[in-house]
């Protein structure tokens, strides 16, 4: 099972960047699908974006796209989420995933998530 610790989350004004990470524990990183969730007080968890072991395949929500970029170093167990361009509503507790498939982490959500974060607080003031 692979173990994950994010970092990187804060207090950033609307219109700035923050680039989270997501570290791995495990020889099973390099073949696992990798993902980013989100949780907003009193929301459910959704997903944010994803991205499959070779890293040529990446998937985003709508709400995300063009302004989040997900990546992965797998010599080095990181996954990366750069935001840029945050708004508000952006504002959440971010969790880093592990699952089998990028797409499926995308369709399917949370369901399909093998192992999950602690969670890093992202908090984008208006």
């Known amino acids: 099972q692979v173990q994950l610790v994010e970092s990187g989350g804060g207090l950033v004004q609307a219109g700035g960047s923050l680039r989270l990470s997501c570290a791995a524990s495990?020889?099973?990183?390099?073949?696992?699908?990798m993902g980013w969730f989100r949780q907003a007080p009193g929301e459910e968890r959704e997903f944010v974006a994803s991205i499959n072991l070779s890293a040529g395949n990446t998937y985003y929500a709508d709400s995300v796209k063009g302004r989040f970029t997900i990546s992965r170093d797998n010599a080095k167990n990181t996954m990366y989420l750069q935001m840029s361009s945050l708004k508000p509503e952006d504002t959440a507790v971010y969790y880093c995933a592990a699952g089998f498939d990028a797409l499926r982490l995308r369709t399917f959500g949370s369901s399909q998530v093998a192992s999950w974060g602690q969670g890093t607080q992202v908090t984008v003031s208006s």
């Open positions: 495990g020889r099973a990183f390099s073949s696992r699908a």
